[in-house]
Structure formats: structure tokens, C-alpha cells
């Protein structure tokens, strides 16, 4: 029987995915350790897993395999962990795997050092997510705004990432921020066209348009809407080097 | 809907082995479901191309690992390819997705024909059921699956109180489940 101990009465909203961080992290905590939730939520997930089968069916563009592939060939496929520590044997295997928990710990501790910076900026689900799988971290600087900063977390897959901003003052209708890539053999590629909000922050999906290993520099300027095809303006915000 | 549990499963291990034939296969039998649910979600043809994109790349990279206890294959891709859309949609102020929503619907693509039987019958199914609900319990719910609002955001957003946003939830979801338990049974799912 479930009583008031449990938390039923959420199940539906986090199935959902509809809880707020704090209330999503209760559940989740509660429903790890309790059968009777836990059977009821695989229920409501199969049910929301439902819904998507009442739209009508589109067709995907015809190109959208090729693409697909094309992008796969880029980023070959990992296998599991386990099974790539499972070759050789005897003491190579032990060193592997003491070498494979080295590099968990590592991990743990990135990780650790990623949230306290995640926790200067409002929680959400991105936060939740990049946290749990960070890869780079870009920090720029106010230039021409120095009480101004950005963080710019980059997705393992290399081509996407976050950028949180705080500082930068709100924009007419008319002007836009834009980040660049400053490649170090190229012209500025453009990453990302925001706003900010009237405290003067942002969170933003960018798009990672060139290695950062090949980058000498990232800015933001400030634009005309919806975005210029090279920087026009100074920088506001400005980094040179990551990690 | 006559898909093999196992066979997907097979897909997927092949898929984290580099089998770029199974990633074909995975997409040839889900493409079309993700790319539906990401465009009803990012309201754009381009966005929601990105989304299904990413969601096979992911799967493909190990970057997302099928947990069995998420439900079966398809539903987990849908839950990737959502959590991606929402992402792209939280991505923009809250206000603007107001302001999105209550504008004119994106114009569509046309639907395809060659909606399989049981696509249709499973489609029939869902749509009766929601049917079922009250405009409000359907909108609570529309609004935290596709709109990826939380329960304050759709109270402030309905000027309703929390704890009814939170009742309609709730109820909404326990009067679907008697309805929608036979598809779900005949998918491989859960019995409710």
C-alpha cells in the first residue's frame, strides 16, 4: 500500500518531467529505493511514452539519414568501458583497470569543481545534464564590460555546449549579442546570436563551429538583429585560453 | 505495434559495437516517431532536425546508455530526443515561448501516407483516451510534456494554484491509465 511516505503524488509530475530540480531530486531519491514507487513510475513512463503517438506523423526531411551517418563516420562509435578494458590479461588487465579508476576519480573530482561553478547560475535541467558529463569549460572575461562573464560548457560530442552569461546589460529590440570563434587560421565563425534578461543573464545552446584546439580566441560583440556574418563591434567579452 | 523487443536490443548492442547498419536500421524503424515529437516540441523544421540528429548520434557515441528500467528502446529514444528538444526550447526566455505558443502553429510538412495499420490504431487509441480528460487536465498535461513547463510554470502560466496544476497532473495521468493499459500491454510495456 502506498501511504504518505511515499511520493505518489509527484510520480506523474516527474514522469512527466515536469518537477522542479529540487522536488525532481527528492523523487528520484525516493523511487531508487522504493519498490512500490518504482513499479508505479515504470508504469507512468510507459504511458507518457505514449503520448507522442497521438501526433499526427510527419515525415523527416529525406536527407536527414545521410546526415546522420555522415556525422556518425566523424564520431566513431565507443564501445562500453568494460569492453575495452577487457583485452590482455594477467597484470596488463589490473593495470588497465587501476588505470580506468584513476580516471573515474578524475572525473568525480571535474565534476565536483564543475558543479560549484554551475552553482553561481540558476538550476535547470541543462545545468543537471552538462554537470553530468562536462568536457570543456570556457570562461571569458569582460572586456569593453568588465563586470560582465560567461561560461561556455562544451558537449563531449564537440559540436554543442551552454553558455551561461550574467552581467551583460539588456538590449533594444534592434541589437543583439553574437559569440564568435576566432579561429587561428580563418575567418570569425559565428557560434550563437542572445539576449539577455533584465538582470542581465542568459543561458544559451551554442553551436561548436570549429575545434577548440584550432581557436585563438572567443568574444562576444554586440550586433545588429539577427546577427552579423563577421564581428563588428568590440569585444564585451573575451577568452584566450580553456581547458 | 509489431516490433521485436529483442530485435531492438540487438540494434542497440550492434549500434555500441560501431555496426553503422544497425544505427540505419534503429533510424528507419524510429526516424519518423522522433522527428514528429521533436517538431511538435520545437515548433521548427530545422530544430527538430537537429534534435533526431543528436538523439541517434548519442546512442551512437555512447553518450546516452539504454537503461532497461527507462522502459522499452523506442521510449527511451523518445525521452532522449524530448529532454533534447526541451533543452533547445529552455534555451529561449520563458516569455518568448509564451508568446511562441500563442502565435499561429509552424506550418507542417504534409503527413505521410504509408501510416502503417498499427501505427493508426495505436494513434486511435492515445487520441481516445485524451479525449477522456478534461480541457484542463489535457492542458496540464500538454503544457509539462511538450511545452516542458514545470508545475509553477504552468500554474503561473494558467493563473491556477500549484496544488490544482498538481491534482489535474495527477488525475489526468491515473484516468489515462486504465485507458491506454491495452496498448501499452500489446507494446511490451508494463502492466498497469
Redesign the interface.
Known amino acids: 500500500m502506498i501511504d504518505n511516505e511515499h511520493v505518489v503524488d509527484d510520480l506523474a509530475a516527474f514522469a512527466l518531467g515536469s518537477l522542479e530540480l529540487a522536488e525532481h531530486e527528492r523523487v528520484a531519491a525516493h523511487v531508487g529505493t522504493c519498490a512500490e514507487c518504482g513499479s508505479r513510475l515504470a508504469e507512468y513512463r510507459a504511458l507518457v511514452g505514449t503520448l507522442p503517438l497521438a501526433l499526427a506523423p510527419v515525415a523527416p526531411p529525406a536527407d536527414l539519414w545521410e546526415s546522420i551517418r555522415s556525422a556518425a563516420r566523424r564520431a566513431p562509435s565507443r564501445p562500453p568501458v568494460w569492453k575495452r578494458l577487457a583485452v590482455g590479461g594477467g597484470a596488463f588487465r589490473v593495470t588497465r583497470w587501476l588505470a580506468a579508476a584513476a580516471v573515474a576519480a578524475s572525473i568525480v573530482t571535474w565534476n565536483a569543481r564543475l558543479q560549484t561553478e554551475l552553482t553561481r547560475y540558476a538550476q535547470g535541467p541543462q545545468v543537471e545534464k552538462l554537470a553530468r558529463r562536462p568536457a570543456r569549460l570556457v570562461i571569458l572575461k569582460g572586456a569593453a564590460q568588465p563586470q560582465a562573464s560567461a561560461r561556455i560548457f562544451a558537449a563531449v560530442d564537440g559540436q554543442s555546449g551552454h553558455m551561461a552569461i550574467s552581467g551583460l546589460p539588456s538590449l533594444p529590440a534592434t541589437r543583439v549579442y553574437q559569440l564568435w570563434f576566432l579561429p587561428k587560421a580563418a575567418p570569425a565563425l559565428t557560434a550563437a546570436t542572445f539576449t539577455v534578461d533584465d538582470d542581465g543573464r542568459a543561458w544559451v545552446v551554442i553551436r561548436v563551429p570549429t575545434d577548440l584546439d584550432e581557436t585563438r580566441s572567443l568574444i562576444v560583440t554586440e550586433e545588429s538583429v539577427p546577427g552579423s556574418a563577421a564581428p563588428t563591434g568590440p569585444p564585451l567579452l573575451e577568452a584566450h585560453e580553456w581547458r | 505495434m509489431n516490433v521485436e523487443p529483442v530485435a531492438d536490443l540487438e540494434l542497440l548492442r550492434r ?6 547498419s544497425a ?2 536500421a534503429l ?2 524503424r524510429y ?3 522522433l ?3 521533436a ?2 516540441i520545437v515548433g521548427d ?1 530545422e530544430l527538430a ?1 537537429e534534435v ?3 538523439t ?3 546512442s ?4 546516452e ?1 539504454y537503461d532497461a ?4 528502446v ?2 527511451w529514444l ?2 532522449i530526443a ?2 533534447r528538444a ?3 526550447l ?2 529561449r ?1 520563458h516569455q518568448q515561448r509564451l508568446r511562441e505558443r500563442a502565435g499561429p502553429v509552424p506550418e ?5 501516407s504509408d ?1 502503417p495499420a498499427d ?1 493508426v490504431a ?2 486511435r ?3 481516445h483516451a ?1 479525449r477522456a480528460l478534461s480541457d484542463g487536465q489535457r492542458m496540464a ?1 500538454e503544457l ?2 511538450y511545452a ?5 510554470e ?1 500554474a503561473h502560466e494558467l493563473h491556477e494554484p500549484l496544488g490544482t496544476i ?1 491534482s489535474r ?2 488525475e ?3 484516468k ?2 486504465p485507458l ?1 493499459a491495452p ?2 500491454q500489446s ?1 511490451g ?4
Open positions: 549500434v555500441r559495437l560501431g555496426d553503422e544505427l540505419e533510424y528507419a526516424g519518423g516517431l522527428y514528429t515529437l517538431l511538435r523544421r532536425r533526431v540528429q543528436d541517434f548520434l548519442r551512437w557515441n555512447g553518450h546508455t528500467q527507462r522502459g522499452r523506442p521510449w523518445m525521452a524530448r529532454n526541451i533543452d533547445l529552455r534555451s526566455s507542417m510538412p504534409p503527413v505521410i501510416d501505427a495505436a494513434r487509441a492515445v487520441l485524451l498535461i509539462a510534456y516542458g513547463l514545470t508545475q509553477t504552468i498538481k497532473t495527477r489526468a495521468i491515473e489515462l491509465r491506454l496498448l501499452i507494446m510495456g508494463p502492466r498497469a
